[in-house]
């Protein structure tokens, strides 16, 4: 609950919103492949200008927390494929089952849909950086993503600087998270799938070592012997 409003429950607002009818046609051609779609920078700007108007009305009746109103999905179920790769099967079609013994009401809420349910046919990776979702041309998604892992190297380093006089674990747990950046980093420079590779197992490493600070704690705070932490690598602790 944010200050100054102790003692009140704060609203927000969840599900589809009604979109602009000319953003509708364009998702539904989209989806479908049945009309002309408008280029990617186009779209983005009308997803864009609706997204400002629903979270403006949202704001307006006073709604606490807004949403985007997923204005700029054809619809939360098949959103997926928009983000990864890997759906590109026949696509079914949509079933409720809460729905099915009620037929005329059925065909009456679902007249229009254009929604198709995605299906696996492939690897399932994602996809999403090549997309212009955050205001990003996909031509520029690479350099994002190389200054969004510096800033986090940047904000962990100075976290593993402040734990060199706490016991070693702490280090090296932070020292770890420094090392996959940076490996992370240079795999996004190269394109080398070994080092991003690398990247990765450095991560079980640090989830291994939280796992055991994790058994640390917990036995510390239930009476018992604490494991060896190592000494601080500045001070005597």
Request: charged residues 15%; aromatic residues 8%; glycine residues 12%.
């Amino acid at each position: 609950m944010y200050a100054g409003q102790a003692g009140r429950t704060l609203t927000t607002h969840t599900g589809s919103l009604p979109r602009p009818p000319e953003l509708a046609q364009a998702l539904a051609s989209r989806e479908t492949g049945a009309g002309p779609v408008p280029p990617a920078g186009a779209m983005a700007s009308m997803v864009a200008d609706a997204v400002t108007e629903v979270t403006g009305r949202q704001a307006a009746i006073g709604i606490d927390i807004v949403s985007d109103g997923e204005v700029g999905k054809i619809g939360y179920s098949t959103y997926v494929k928009e983000r990864l790769s890997g759906f590109g099967g026949d696509p079914g079609t949509l079933a409720l089952a809460d729905l099915d013994d009620h037929p005329a009401f059925t065909e009456r809420a679902l007249a229009g849909l254009v929604t198709q349910m995605p299906s696996c046919d492939g690897p399932v990776s994602y996809t999403g950086k090549r997309h212009d979702w955050y205001g990003i041309p996909a031509a520029d998604a690479s350099t994002a993503v190389e200054v969004y892992l510096i800033c986090w190297l940047v904000a962990i380093g100075a976290l593993t600087f402040a734990t060199l006089r706490m016991p070693s674990s702490f280090t090296l747990l932070f020292g770890l998270v420094d090392l996959a950046l940076v490996l992370l980093l240079i795999a996004s420079y190269s394109g080398s799938a070994a080092v991003n590779k690398a990247g990765g197992w450095v991560v079980m490493a640090f989830v291994a070592e939280a796992i055991y600070i994790y058994f640390h704690v917990m036995l510390v705070a239930t009476g018992g012997k604490g494991l060896p932490m190592g000494r601080p690598l500045l001070g005597s602790g």
